[in-house]
């Protein structure tokens, strides 16, 4: 079964501080894409950053980057200079090159940022 | 950009009835999926489509159908409604898997109660 898991459910952080999100995941393939999704309170789900399984170099956008440790299949998320406007539910997933583009999810981390 | 919209915010129905869930895409995506997300539980998978008048299962399909009869749209259908599905329902789209793996575009989402 493919898994994806987010072990800390909540996780705060002060405003201008880092915080890192962590996630792992459990797959038999070489070859997948795997995702962070921020869904803000009562708001769309938007994609915060994506990585090619293929590719060694950490993805980065703006103060979002992870680290993507392959062989350890975790998929971490790091958020620097947090702001309010960070806080929200994060979903970690993946996805398989021939699944039609289906999608693996975690259960989430809710991030709160502390003023 | 990307709008994937969905019929409503907020959905009230009574155990026992039949309940549409509607989603459109702009973006002339192949491939529609729907979602039930619940505390705890990050998202599940009912059903995608990747083709007018194709599904898949996902997940969890007990207790759903789909209906995809034109290329921007894609129904949920709970038959005959009951309390356990009551839940947030997010309606995402996607461009083809190949030549590359993109993002999947969510809606807004319907939090759905069954009385």
């Known amino acids: 079964a493919q898994t994806v898991t987010q072990s800390q459910p909540e996780m705060s952080v002060q405003e201008a501080e880092t915080v890192t999100l962590s996630c792992t995941y459990d797959?038999?393939?070489?070859?997948?894409?795997l995702f962070w999704y921020k869904q803000p309170p009562s708001r769309q789900m938007i994609l915060v950053i994506r990585?090619?399984?293929?590719?060694?170099q950490n993805a980065t956008e703006n103060r979002f980057s992870v680290n993507f440790q392959k062989a350890a299949k975790s998929f971490s998320l790091k958020i620097s200079d947090s702001q309010l406007g960070d806080a929200a539910m994060y979903f970690c997933?993946?996805?398989?090159?021939?699944?039609?583009?289906?999608?693996?999810f975690g259960t989430g981390t809710s991030l709160t940022v502390i003023p | 950009d990307v709008k994937v919209t969905q019929s409503s915010r907020y959905l009230v129905k009574r155990t026992g009835e039949k309940v549409f869930l509607e989603c459109v895409q702009d973006?002339?995506?192949?491939?529609m999926f729907w979602y039930r997300q619940d505390p705890g539980l990050g998202l599940r998978l009912i059903y995608f489509?990747?083709?007018?008048?194709?599904?898949e299962k996902g997940d969890i399909p007990e207790g759903y159908s789909v209906s995809r009869e034109k290329k921007e749209r894609f129904s949920l259908i709970l038959e005959s409604a009951s309390t356990n599905q009551t839940s947030m329902y997010l309606c995402?789209?996607?461009?083809?898997?190949?030549?590359?793996?993109?993002?999947?575009?969510f809606g807004p989402g319907t939090r759905l109660t069954v009385l």
């Open positions: 973006m002339d995506h192949e491939n």
């Open positions: 489509s990747y083709d007018v008048k194709m599904k």
């Open positions: 995402a789209s996607s461009p083809p898997l190949y030549p590359y793996t993109d993002t999947q575009y």
């Open positions: 990585q090619e399984a293929y590719k060694q």
């Open positions: 997933a993946y996805s398989l090159p021939n699944t039609g583009n289906q999608f693996y």
């Open positions: 797959t038999s393939e070489s070859d997948y894409y």
